[in-house]
């Protein structure tokens, strides 16, 4: 049986607002630990932190838990090379 188009409609804006509710918890979770990392006093170009965002997401989803095991052993400043040689 199909759905008729109203009802579609309607799920869409459900999940539209599910989605919006679960980007702002992520936010948050992110903000917080950025903050505790002391990211707030750090005055950085948006697209360069962007990137670094971006490098940090890859290298926790390369490998899984190991990567990431490796990841959070690697010291704030230190490249992940090191930690490999290490």
Do not use: N
Not at 23 to 42: C, N, Q, S, V
Not at 48 to 73: P, T, Y
């Amino acid at each position: 049986m199909k759905k008729p188009s109203r009802q579609i409609r309607d799920e869409i804006a459900r999940l539209q607002d599910q989605l919006k509710q679960a980007e702002t918890r992520e936010a948050e979770r992110i903000g917080r630990i950025a903050l505790k990392a002391g990211m707030g006093e750090i005055e950085i170009d948006e697209a360069a932190l962007q990137s670094v965002f971006e490098e940090i997401a890859g290298r926790f989803r390369k490998g899984g838990s190991r990567s990431a095991k490796a990841a959070a052993a690697v010291p704030p400043g230190a490249s992940s090379d090191m930690a490999d040689q290490g």
